[in-house]
């Protein structure tokens, strides 16, 4: 059975740091390309962070470029989502979600696994 498990998620000021991780099982970790997404209320399921299997990370680069960055670690089953200068916008519960396509996808549609979320509250 496949678990993926955030955690990390919180209560911070604007201007603040968080780091996210989600920790995996049931399923072999290193062939499978790892994304955070999150969802705000009212609001589609938005794609945030995604790392490949074999390496080389991508952005959503219009909200998040140069705060966020994504890691994995392949011997521990993890990854996390580093998060600096929160701004209240980025306020969501936030998901990790593994596809077992060898590409990054921004489409929920395409990844097979999910996390239960956790919630990011940003305060201005």
């Known amino acids: 059975q496949v678990q993926l498990v955030e955690s990390g998620g919180g209560l911070v000021q604007a201007g603040g740091s968080l780091r996210l991780s989600c920790a995996a099982s049931?399923?072999?970790?290193?062939?499978?390309?790892m994304g955070w997404f999150r969802q705000a209320p009212g609001k589609e399921r938005e794609f945030v962070a995604g790392?490949?299997?074999?390496?080389?990370?991508?952005y959503n680069a219009d909200s998040v470029k140069g705060r966020f960055t994504i890691s994995r670690d392949n011997a521990k089953n993890t990854v996390d989502l580093q998060m600096n200068n929160l701004k209240p916008e980025d306020t969501a519960v936030y998901y990790c979600a593994a596809s077992g396509y060898r590409i990054i996808y921004y489409s929920p549609r395409e990844y097979n696994y999910w996390g239960q979320g956790t919630q990011v509250t940003v305060s201005s």
């Open positions: 049931g399923l072999t970790f290193s062939t499978y390309t």
């Open positions: 790392f490949r299997w074999n390496g080389g990370s991508t």
